[in-house]
């Protein structure tokens, strides 16, 4: 098995590519803990390393944050060993049903709500997934939308700018009803 890596535009993070489906289409998984990572015996095998801060599962990669005191000098092999040992085995990915956040929006925005999640799906997604990370829809309340940041995306430097300036203009321009965009943690 052959697993790439790739750098993210957050220095802490790194993109692995196992060459194989990781989530596939059952969405994203993300991991802020090990403690929150229990459902995931991959996420559990890589959180059982020392410097790992967050593990984020793709359709078809992982990005695994450092917690920054040692780098990535000897944790990238690490990381590596433990993702190839996991499929190597065929464990599974997940144990169980994923948890999925409640999206919060008044009923009545449902057609704006399924516009907003549609430039998501098509713009915003596949160039956030290019960079290791992914953006959830999390509610929409008086012209608000909010944003959670997964993966390389939550905590990369540049993310907050690309929130405000890429994204929300992006759909202010599309869909009139709404006036900003906020990130939220969960």
């Known amino acids: 098995m052959f ?8 220095p802490a993070t790194l993109k692995f590519l196992p060459g194989r489906e990781v989530m596939g289409d059952r969405g994203t998984a993300d991991f802020a803990s090990a403690e929150t990572a229990a459902r995931s ?3 559990a095998r890589i959180f059982a390393l020392p410097g790992v801060a967050r593990v984020f599962l793709g359709s078809d990669f992982v990005t695994v944050t450092e917690d920054g005191a040692n780098g990535w000098a000897s944790l990238r092999a690490q990381v590596l060993s433990a993702i190839m ?30 516009q907003i999640k549609d430039l998501l799906d098509t713009r915003v997604r596949p160039a956030v997934a290019g960079d290791g990370g992914d953006i959830v829809f ?20 540049s993310s907050r700018a690309t929130l405000k300036h890429g994204v929300e203009n992006m759909l202010k321009h599309y869909v009139p009803e709404v006036v900003a965009v906020e990130q939220v943690d969960a």
């Open 41 to 43: 015996p991959l996420a």
């Open 85 to 114: 040992d996991h499929f190597v085995a065929g464990l599974p990915v997940l144990d169980g049903a994923g948890e999925d956040g409640e999206d919060d929006f008044d009923p009545a925005d449902a057609e704006v709500v399924e």
């Open 3 to 10: 697993i790439e890596t790739e750098g993210t535009p957050n």
């Open 138 to 157: 999390r509610g929409f309340r008086e012209g608000v939308v909010k944003l959670h940041l997964q993966g390389a995306c939550s905590g990369c430097p």
